[in-house]
Nanobody, 120 residues
């Protein structure tokens, strides 16, 4: 059993920054591909960023260079640094840990989400 903990959300003014954390205690984080997703009010959940086991990163276009995903395998933690936030970034941000363990099988752990609100 893995319980994901996601501190770091909050209220920030436009142009502000936050650092979201996703801790996966008891896991071998180096074996997981880590994702950040978000879901804005009235919209579908969308991928924000991904970091592979080989530390390769991928971002969606709307990130526009403002976000950085990173991982610390020793701490079993992945981070999302979010800078220059816009009101449209307001959403619940979710961490996802994914590990393929075999053909058609794998582990997929989701955090409960953390609210990021960008407003004046």
């Amino acid at each position: 059993q893995v319980q994901i903990v996601e501190p770091g959300g909050g209220l920030v003014q436009p142009g502000g920054s936050l650092r979201l954390s996703c801790a996966v205690p008891g896991s071998a984080l180096s074996l997981f591909v880590m994702y950040w997703y978000r879901q804005a009010p009235g919209k579908q959940r969308e991928q924000v960023a991904r970091v592979t086991r080989g530390d390769l990163t991928t971002y969606e276009e709307f990130v526009e260079g403002r976000f950085t995903i990173s991982r610390d395998n020793a701490k079993n933690t992945v981070y999302l640094q979010v800078n220059n936030l816009k009101p449209e970034d307001t959403a619940i941000y979710f961490c996802d840990a994914n590990r393929i363990t075999g053909v058609g099988e794998g582990l997929d752990y989701w955090g409960q989400g953390t609210q990021v609100t960008v407003s004046s």
